[in-house]
């Protein structure tokens, strides 16, 4: 009879088992070694401001760590350019290294958006496993945010008091009145070149609408609809004068009737405007060639009647103010 427990059935059972506890111990340990890190250049940027995104890999050496393809976007980003460094030696241990992505984004379309999640692939010699990094948020703001308004002149130094003696003599005042002469001149100069660079909110609308149909054929309907939008917001806080140029499309529609800014007509096709973006950005509608040019001339045409409007209560205010006069 064989007593040695190695060589019988109970002791090799034993020995299998053993065997296969220790490999997935060894496993599950190579798999906690392996970790993803994200870094991100800037949590804020301006409409089509490019910034850098990094993920890093961190697994022992001899894994081998699979990035997922990348094509021309990532979810609402555009990928402009794409850096790999890969299988570093890491600088706080001798047996890992690590493994780097970076990617540079930009976007054209404002708000809060988010860089989605990459899954990420590690191999070692005796595991594998599928890493997943973390989303992170970017917000988007517009170009006209934190600008000045284009219709107030910032840059032009006030008039200089100059103080009368109290004995004042012909020569001085000739001094002053040749002081005050050149002054005037420089500030008439000063504002007539300061307007010829000077736009106004509808000339400036008028311009991007212009741009954004020069370009349309570089981009997708749904993109260039939302940014359509975003122009038209931009314009209406900018001529109305309103507060907070970060509002939803919303709250400025409902700024605008309150305060009776624009009739009944123009604010219901505001509304459509905005709503047909908005189901093209969130809903992923497709928006036609056809149907882009219908909101590019409907965009113009709003343009106009709002300045209008807005001109003639200029006006309407200005003979009232004269007549009580």
């Known amino acids: 009879m064989n007593s040695n427990p190695l060589t019988s059935r109970t002791g090799r059972l034993l020995l299998l088992a053993f065997a296969v506890g220790w490999t997935c111990v060894r496993q599950a340990s190579a798999a906690e070694a392996a970790r993803v890190t994200t870094t991100v250049s800037q949590t804020s940027s301006q409409v089509a401001e490019p910034f850098w995104l990094d993920w890093t890999v961190t697994a022992p050496t001899g894994a081998t760590v699979h990035f997922p393809a990348t094509g021309d976007k990532l979810g609402d980003f555009d990928i402009l350019d794409k850096q790999d460094l890969f299988d570093i030696p890491s600088a706080d241990t001798a047996d890992q290294r690590t493994w780097t992505r970076r990617l540079e984004l930009e976007s054209i379309v404002t708000g809060e958006q988010e860089v989605p999640a990459l899954e990420i692939q590690v191999a070692g010699p005796n595991s594998s496993q599928v890493i997943r990094s973390q989303t992170v948020p970017v917000q988007i703001v517009s170009v006209l945010e934190q600008r000045g308004d284009p219709k107030q002149f910032r840059d032009i130094q006030s008039v200089v008091d100059v103080a009368v003696p109290s004995k004042p003599s012909h020569a001085y005042l000739g001094w002053t009145l040749a002081g005050f002469s050149t002054l005037a001149v420089a500030i008439t100069a000063a504002v007539f070149t300061r307007r010829k660079r000077w736009l106004t909110p509808a000339q400036w609308a008028i311009r991007q ?50 305060k009776q800014l624009v009739d009944r007509t123009t604010l219901e096709q505001l509304r459509v405007l905005f709503a047909t973006a908005e189901e093209a950005k969130f809903a992923r509608l497709p928006v036609s060639p056809t149907e882009f040019q219908a909101m590019l001339e409907q965009a113009r045409s709003l343009v106009g009647r709002m300045t209008q409007v807005a001109d003639s209560e200029t006006t309407s205010t200005a003979l009232a103010t004269t007549e009580a006069r």
Not at 215 to 226: E, I, K, L, R
Request: aromatic share 4%.
């Open 209 to 258: 609408l212009d741009d954004l149909e020069a370009a349309v054929h570089q981009q997708t309907g749904d993109v260039a609809a939302s940014q359509l939008a975003s122009i038209m917001q931009s314009f209406s806080q900018l001529h109305f004068s309103l507060p907070e140029p970060g509002c939803t499309s919303e709250e400025l529609l409902h700024q605008l009737k309150a």
